[in-house]
């Protein structure tokens, strides 16, 4: 499966932004979906996750309350609300799919899109 992220951007500390992966290739409903955020000189860390029929979704501690993973399967695409954004936000984001149901760790998704920055400034 081949994944698009996009929506990244430059916004205030308090701010929101709306991030999309959109999927193409493969049934994408067939999916478990996760985002996960890279800053300079840190590890890839996991961020949110949803199951292939979201019914099941999953967070990280830094961002639970703040962040709302959701997807659209008629339009293969998940996305990844964010508000309550802080400065250590600030990283590029990833969306991953994978169909094995471990949802915490990059190395348990197949697949990856390209990242899309966001910055957030204080």
């Known amino acids: 499966v081949q994944l698009q992220a996009s929506g990244g951007g430059l916004v205030q500390a308090g701010g929101s932004l709306r991030l999309s992966c959109s999927a193409s290739?493969?049934?994408?409903?067939?999916?478990?979906m996760g985002w996960f955020r890279q800053a300079p000189g840190a590890e890839r860390e996991f961020v949110a996750a949803i199951s292939w029929n979201g019914g099941s979704t999953y967070y990280a501690d830094s961002v639970k309350g703040r962040f709302t993973i959701f997807r659209d399967n008629a339009k293969n695409t998940v996305y990844l609300q964010m508000a309550g954004l802080k400065p250590e936000d600030t990283a590029v984001y990833y969306c991953a799919a994978d169909r094995r149901g471990r949802y915490y760790y990059a190395a348990d998704y197949a697949y990856w899109g390209q990242g899309t920055q966001v910055t957030v400034s204080s």
């Open positions: 290739g493969r049934t994408f409903s067939n999916y478990n």
